[in-house]
Structure formats: structure tokens, C-alpha cells
């Protein structure tokens, strides 16, 4: 296999350098699993000065960012048959999981990064996906940008150690995570499950389905109402239902099974 290419179109390249003390992607840059390539745009902007914005037509506040330098520096890049631009912008489609499980199968990522306040709506047209984090707006697209390198990566084999861990996270699976707990068994008067350390795999088990279900319910119902029969789950019900019912709900939809 190899080296999956992230290839990043920014004003400030030298945000990235975060990804070099990053624990599990550091690893994937070392073991050349991935190549993060930065295309500063400043490189590909306009006279003596490199201009790479201007300002709106119509007037407004601030200045945007210029069509031509940044089609100059996407076609500067080679390009892939398996491969991806995605514009990170405020006004695209909230980044989900599954965008990542759906990417891993890629072997290039083009990431446009927005700056100031916005771009030439015409830069549009070169991206296959228009992608956001939230809600919210940031300073430029440097931050989502690298929030993706570091989502996708993880999902890459031979990134973690234990591919399984996968399985069990939030957004993996329709559910969030189970309470995980590790030594010392009592801290500041709070102490691990009792079931924890019964050494009953099967109630174990058990136990974290209802947590994954109870916590899913409590903070983010909105992962579950879709789901038929689920909406009005409770604890008891949880203790009573079988695996089957989970993979009955849940495999088509996310391709695997929890593995509590």
C-alpha cells in the first residue's frame, strides 16, 4: 500500500507544523503512511507583491480571496485517479464520521483553505465537496483542514496499533462511547463500577451496551431517533435485549458491530 496523499492549498503553511507532535499521525508521517504536501498560495499569487485577494465587487468589508491563484496552485498539483478536493468553508455540509470511513478508501485529499472573508465564488466549481466543522466560523480553513488529516488518518491501517479500538469510539457506530475507567480504582471518592472488575465478560458486556445507549440518549438523541424501536429505550430494556438487536439496527447502516 501506498502513502496516502494529503495535499493542502494555504496562506499559512507553517500552521501544519502541529502535525509533527501529534502522537499516532507524527507515527503515520514517520512510517509513510501519509504525505501531508503544503502548496503556499502566496506562491501563486499575482505581480511583484504576489497578490492573492481583493476586494468584493459591490463593496463590502474586507477582502476575498483572488480565483486565479488558487486554480493555479490546484492544478499545479498531480493528481490521483482516487482522488478527493474538498473547500472548507462555513457554508458547506458538517463534517461527519462517515465522510472519514468514506474517504479512507481514497489515496488523495486536495484540501482548499479559505481565508479573510471568503473567496470568489467561482473557486467553488473546483471543489467535489464543500465541508465544514460546525456551526461556527474560524479565521481561515487551516484548523478543519488539519482536523481532517488527523480524523482520516486514524482510520488508515497500520496507523494504530490495535485497529479494533476503532470500533467501540464515538461516531463510529451510532453510538457514543461507554464511561471507561482505569487505576486507581477509587479516586477522590469515586469509584470504578463494581462489574468492572467482576471478571463477568458477558454482564461487562452488557453493562456497556446500556452506557453507550443511556449516555447516546442523554447528550446526543439525535444520532438515534432515526432508529427504529429505539427512541423510547430504557435501562431495563437495554439489560434484556439481545447483540442481534443491535446488528438488526445498526450494522447495514455503519458496516460493522460494536465490539463491547
Known amino acids: 500500500m501506498g502513502s496516502f496523499n494529503f495535499d493542502v492549498i494555504t496562506l499559512f503553511p507553517k500552521a501544519f507544523e502541529l502535525l509533527d507532535n501529534l502522537g499516532v499521525i507524527t507515527r503515520a508521517l514517520e512510517k509513510n503512511l501519509i504525505r501531508v504536501n503544503l502548496h503556499n498560495l502566496r506562491e501563486f499569487g499575482e505581480g511583484s507583491y504576489k497578490q492573492v485577494d481583493d476586494k468584493p465587487y459591490g463593496g463590502g468589508a474586507g477582502m476575498v480571496l483572488k480565483p486565479e491563484p488558487i486554480y493555479r496552485a490546484h492544478e499545479s498539483i498531480i493528481k490521483s485517479s482516487k482522488s478527493k478536493t474538498l473547500l472548507m468553508t462555513p457554508q458547506g455540509r458538517v463534517l461527519k464520521q462517515k465522510d472519514l470511513l468514506e474517504w479512507s478508501n481514497l489515496d488523495q485529499i486536495i484540501i482548499i483553505c479559505g481565508q479573510y472573508e471568503g473567496f470568489d465564488e467561482r473557486v467553488r466549481h473546483l471543489a467535489d465537496e464543500e465541508i465544514s466543522l460546525g456551526d461556527y466560523v474560524l479565521s481561515g480553513g487551516e484548523i478543519p483542514a ?40 477509587v479516586f477522590k471518592e469515586m469509584k470504578v463500577p463494581d462489574i468492572l472488575v467482576s471478571g463477568n465478560h458477558k454482564e461487562i458486556k452488557l453493562w456497556r451496551m446500556q452506557k453507550s445507549v443511556e449516555r447516546t440518549l442523554e447528550r446526543r438523541d439525535d444520532l438515534i431517533k432515526s432508529k427504529k424501536n429505539l427512541t423510547s429505550l430504557n435501562t431495563q430494556r437495554v439489560k434484556q435485549e439481545s447483540e442481534e438487536f443491535f446488528k438488526s439496527n445498526f450494522e447495514d447502516d455503519y458496516g460493522f458491530y460494536p465490539n463491547w
Open 146 to 185: 488539519m482536523s481532517i488529516i488527523n480524523g482520516l488518518t486514524r482510520l488508515l491501517p497500520g496507523t494504530l496499533g490495535d485497529p479494533e479500538s476503532l470500533l467501540n469510539e464515538s461516531h463510529n457506530c451510532p453510538l457514543l462511547e461507554y464511561p471507561q475507567y482505569t487505576r486507581p480504582f
